[in-house]
């Protein structure tokens, strides 16, 4: 997993963020490329496993466990053509009490006395201590606790017993038990605020926006454990129904040997050109995307196989670094799999999910774009030369083993005949796991099945602890009204500064933009998502922004929030790859990314902003695709500064305005958008001509 030539602190560093995006969103990914790899020696595994968030059982309970895990996901794909006939929330009790005490038991918790923790002494053992194990079983019998009469229990939401309270709060702090475990403090304590806001907020005075009349904790309680807008709310059940297929299907799609041929056909695809390098490491991030789901785990990945390339093509650390970041958090942007969180929007738009998957066609095409344009330029800027990894050529990857993508494009055929999303990841499952035969090295044999499936459901254990305790957060909102009222704050906000529309609206979006990523910075991708969904959303709506438009923006800054200083984890994570020092990793990032923070803001601020979410029909879609492309190019001008020939400060002075009024998707502003970036190439132009006259030799390409 690690790359050669690093300091001794590099590889704790890296796995560090790995461990760190499998508990935030996804199934985690591992490439080795015996060419650039020589991996991480035993002591400085050793070392490392000291700080992992992961435990490292022992074999025999690891053995047991994945046991366990791998037979939830037999459960799991059962229960797709065969549903419970008790109905969504008794499904969701059943899988929460599956995967609860598994959370509990597979992540470290608190230290403990010694003579609590028997293993805590022996180095190459990290079981739970007793007192993790009495806590799994506490949170098996709470969750299982309202089925042992589901129906008296359903018709007592109104009037909990001491003991429905009783249950419900243990689940309560079990589950901000595990959220905190696998996520970190912050979504935890967000989630105690809200409830304190719940409990608290009849004692704010009445004239107060955020005032409401107040609720007990047993009223609180039993919104959380007995209604449909809490544990057992939307976030747990996309969770239970859409993502953990995924999972599984990513885990089976790796075990197969799809990520290794990713990236080798990555490699093959691009050989004999100053920007192959770059447009490599883009083309290997997207497919290895669709495996991992997780922007941070990819980035990682791809960049222990790829930053050595880098490093011979000729890129400095940080422009590397920020790259690999870039093209990591892209998979989660991207078609065919998105992140976890849409899967929620399709939820919240009773839309289907290749619906969403249409809404992010153009902006990934832009995204990508973008991309391409920076390797293009910063290949020009830094000199940078060929660099050929030994593999196998395409054309022989591909027609040995393309069939890895069969499975990508039937879960997009399948969902386009109006197949639902859960049997058609379950119909890819099973073929990947038909198609692992033709190569023997990775056939899924029954053993390696079962490894497989269990790590499918390990993998959405962070998951799982996130969304039900995002349920909480979704509880509030619900209960207290919450989301209306902070929407006509947002709102007062921005009418506080114009009464204009236009104005009241931009205020309002940047305002969101920006809170949004502060979110993020801090609580996974999908658990931003689902907060700003039912706390800043009613925002955008209040002015007439349309859902479609106002989920994806949301979305898109959820995931960015990965790429956005301070902390932007996917550039941190890559800086510690290359070597590289973290902040101008971060900018570096942000400068590839810089289209996927303002074409979103053409979704909702611009009159042909639906355009490119698709929504009027696919003309519509192809003339903003050309326009919006055209400020793409332009914004790669401003951070690239290169055209024909290295940029002045007239040319970006002119391309920056220029990117702007284009993205704003409207006749009169196209007109004069086009007239300044004609202007800036038409002075570049005439530059790269002054430099012929007065240069001997070729001008640089």
């Not at 059962?78 to 038991?105: C, K, S």
């Not at 083309?283 to 941070?296: D, E, I, K, Q």
């Not at 056939?443 to 305790?469: D, E, H, N, W, Y």
């Given at each position: 997993?690690?790359?050669?030539?690093?300091?001794?602190?590099?590889?704790?560093?890296?796995?560090?963020?790995?461990?760190?995006?499998r508990?935030?969103e996804?199934?985690?990914v591992?490439?080795t490329?015996?060419?650039?790899?020589?991996?991480?020696?035993?002591?400085?595994?050793?070392?490392?496993?000291?700080?992992?968030?992961?435990?490292?059982?022992?074999?025999?309970?690891?053995?047991t466990?994945?046991?366990?895990?791998?037979?939830?996901?037999v459960?799991?794909?059962v229960?797709?053509?065969?549903?419970?006939?008790?109905?969504?929330?008794?499904?969701?009790?059943l899988?929460?009490?599956?995967?609860?005490?598994?959370?509990?038991?597979?992540?470290r918790?608190?230290r403990?006395?010694?003579f609590?923790?028997?293993?805590?002494?022996?180095?190459?053992?990290?079981?739970?201590?007793?007192?993790?194990?009495?806590?799994?079983?506490?949170?098996?019998?709470?969750?299982?606790?309202?089925l042992l009469?589901?129906?008296?229990?359903l018709?007592r939401?109104?009037?909990?017993?001491?003991?429905?309270?009783?249950?419900?709060?243990?689940?309560?702090v079990?589950?901000?038990?595990?959220?905190?475990?696998?996520?970190?403090?912050?979504l935890?304590?967000?989630?105690?605020?809200?409830?304190?806001?719940?409990?608290?907020?009849?004692?704010l005075?009445?004239t107060?926006?955020?005032?409401?009349?107040?609720?007990?904790?047993?009223?609180?309680?039993?919104q959380?454990?007995?209604?449909?807008?809490?544990?057992?709310?939307?976030?747990?059940?996309?969770?239970?129904?859409y993502?953990?297929l995924?999972?599984?299907?990513?885990?089976?799609?790796?075990?197969?040997?799809?990520?290794?041929f990713?990236?080798?056909?990555s490699?093959?695809?691009f050989?004999?050109?100053?920007?192959?390098?770059?447009r490599?490491?883009t083309?290997?991030?997207?497919?290895?995307?669709?495996?991992?789901?997780?922007?941070?785990a990819?980035?990682?990945?791809?960049?222990?196989?790829?930053?050595?390339?880098l490093?011979r093509?000729?890129?400095?650390?940080?422009p590397a670094?920020?790259?690999?970041a870039?093209?990591?958090?892209g998979?989660?942007?991207?078609?065919?799999?998105?992140g976890?969180?849409?899967?929620?929007?399709a939820?919240?738009?009773?839309?289907?999910?290749?619906?969403?998957l249409?809404?992010?066609?153009?902006?990934?095409?832009?995204?990508?774009?973008?991309?391409?344009?920076?390797?293009?330029?910063?290949?020009?800027?830094?000199?940078?030369?060929?660099?050929e990894?030994?593999?196998?050529?395409?054309?022989r990857?591909?027609l040995?083993?393309?069939?890895?993508?069969?499975?990508?494009?039937?879960?997009?055929?399948f969902?386009a005949?109006d197949?639902?999303?859960?049997?058609?990841?379950?119909?890819?499952?099973l073929?990947?796991?038909?198609?692992?035969?033709?190569?023997?090295e990775h056939?899924?044999?029954?053993?390696?099945?079962?490894?497989?499936?269990?790590?499918g459901t390990?993998?959405?254990?962070p998951?799982?602890?996130?969304?039900?305790?995002?349920?909480?957060?979704?509880?509030?909102?619900?209960?207290t009204?919450?989301?209306?009222?902070l929407?006509e704050?947002?709102v007062?906000?921005?009418s506080?500064?114009?009464?204009?529309?236009?104005?009241?609206?931009i205020?309002?979006?940047?305002?969101s933009?920006?809170?949004?990523?502060?979110?993020?910075?801090?609580?996974?991708?999908?658990?931003?998502?689902?907060?700003?969904?039912?706390?800043?959303?009613p925002?955008?709506?209040q002015?007439?922004?349309?859902p479609?438009?106002a989920y994806?923006?949301?979305?898109?800054?959820?995931v960015?929030?990965?790429?956005?200083?301070?902390?932007?984890?996917?550039a941190?994570?890559?800086?510690?790859?290359?070597g590289?020092?973290a902040?101008?990793?971060?900018w570096?990032?942000?400068?590839?990314?810089?289209?996927a923070?303002?074409?979103p803001?053409?979704?909702?601020?611009?009159p042909?902003?639906?355009?490119?979410?698709g929504?009027?029909?696919?003309?519509g879609?192809?003339?903003?695709?050309?326009?919006?492309?055209?400020?793409?190019?332009?914004?790669?001008?401003?951070?690239?500064?290169?055209i024909?020939?290295r940029?002045?400060?007239?040319?970006?002075?002119?391309?920056?305005p220029?990117?702007?009024?284009?993205?704003?998707?409207?006749?009169?502003?196209?007109g004069?958008?086009?007239?300044l970036?004609?202007?800036?190439?038409?002075?570049?132009?005439?530059?790269?001509?002054?430099?012929?006259?007065?240069?001997?030799g070729?001008?640089?390409?």
């Amino acid at each position: 997993m690690f790359a050669a030539d690093h300091s001794q602190e590099a590889p704790y560093d890296n796995q560090r963020y790995i461990d760190r995006s499998r508990a935030q969103e996804g199934v985690p990914v591992t490439v080795t490329v015996d060419s650039v790899n020589t991996g991480p020696s035993a002591e400085e595994l050793a070392a490392f496993e000291q700080e992992r968030p992961a435990r490292r059982l022992s074999p025999a309970l690891d053995r047991t466990i994945s046991v366990c895990c791998a037979s939830i996901s037999v459960g799991v794909l059962v229960q797709v053509f065969f549903p419970i006939p008790a109905g969504t929330q008794f499904y969701l009790m059943l899988f929460l009490a599956a995967v609860l005490p598994g959370a509990l038991l597979c992540y470290r918790g608190w230290r403990v006395p010694a003579f609590l923790n028997p293993f805590r002494g022996d180095q190459r053992r990290d079981d739970p201590p007793v007192t993790d194990w009495i806590l799994a079983s506490v949170a098996l019998v709470v969750s299982l606790y309202p089925l042992l009469d589901f129906d008296a229990f359903l018709e007592r939401r109104q009037a909990p017993t001491q003991l429905d309270l009783l249950a419900g709060s243990l689940l309560l702090v079990l589950a901000l038990e595990a959220c905190r475990r696998t996520t970190g403090w912050v979504l935890p304590v967000v989630s105690l605020l809200f409830i304190g806001y719940a409990y608290y907020g009849g004692y704010l005075p009445y004239t107060w926006s955020l005032a409401h009349q107040g609720f007990d904790f047993s009223a609180i309680v039993a919104q959380l454990f007995m209604g449909t807008a809490g544990f057992y709310g939307t976030p747990l059940a996309v969770a239970a129904s859409y993502i953990v297929l995924f999972t599984i299907y990513g885990a089976v799609l790796d075990a197969s040997g799809a990520g290794k041929f990713f990236i080798d056909v990555s490699f093959a695809a691009f050989k004999r050109s100053r920007t192959a390098p770059g447009r490599t490491v883009t083309l290997a991030g997207f497919l290895l995307g669709t495996v991992s789901g997780s922007g941070t785990a990819t980035a990682v990945s791809l960049g222990t196989v790829a930053w050595p390339i880098l490093r011979r093509a000729g890129y400095p650390p940080e422009p590397a670094g920020g790259m690999l970041a870039a093209a990591g958090i892209g998979a989660i942007l991207s078609p065919p799999t998105l992140g976890a969180a849409a899967f929620i929007i399709a939820e919240y738009l009773q839309v289907s999910y290749l619906v969403v998957l249409g809404y992010a066609t153009v902006p990934t095409v832009l995204y990508y774009l973008g991309i391409l344009l920076a390797i293009e330029m910063d290949a020009r800027r830094h000199g940078t030369d060929a660099a050929e990894p030994s593999t196998r050529s395409a054309r022989r990857l591909l027609l040995r083993f393309g069939y890895h993508f069969v499975s990508l494009f039937l879960i997009i055929g399948f969902m386009a005949m109006d197949i639902p999303p859960f049997k058609a990841v379950v119909y890819a499952t099973l073929l990947q796991i038909g198609l692992s035969f033709l190569d023997r090295e990775h056939r899924l044999t029954p053993r390696r099945l079962g490894l497989a499936l269990a790590q499918g459901t390990r993998s959405v254990l962070p998951v799982v602890a996130t969304c039900a305790v995002a349920g909480i957060i979704v509880a509030v909102v619900t209960q207290t009204g919450l989301g209306l009222n902070l929407a006509e704050i947002i709102v007062s906000a921005a009418s506080a500064i114009s009464e204009n529309h236009t104005v009241v609206l931009i205020m309002t979006v940047t305002l969101s933009a920006f809170a949004v990523m502060v979110l993020g910075l801090a609580v996974p991708v999908t658990a931003s998502f689902i907060i700003a969904a039912v706390v800043i959303a009613p925002a955008l709506f209040q002015l007439g922004v349309a859902p479609a438009e106002a989920y994806m923006f949301i979305f898109y800054y959820a995931v960015l929030s990965e790429v956005s200083p301070p902390t932007a984890l996917a550039a941190v994570a890559t800086a510690a790859i290359t070597g590289g020092r973290a902040i101008p990793t971060m900018w570096q990032a942000w400068k590839y990314t810089l289209p996927a923070f303002l074409v979103p803001f053409a979704f909702v601020l611009t009159p042909n902003g639906a355009n490119l979410l698709g929504l009027e029909g696919l003309g519509g879609a192809a003339w903003t695709l050309v326009v919006s492309a055209l400020a793409v190019a332009a914004l790669a001008v401003v951070t690239g500064g290169w055209i024909a020939v290295r940029t002045g400060w007239l040319e970006r002075l002119l391309c920056f305005p220029a990117a702007l009024l284009l993205l704003y998707l409207a006749p009169t502003t196209i007109g004069v958008g086009l007239g300044l970036l004609g202007a800036a190439v038409v002075i570049n132009l005439a530059r790269r001509q002054r430099l012929r006259n007065t240069t001997k030799g070729p001008l640089p390409t």
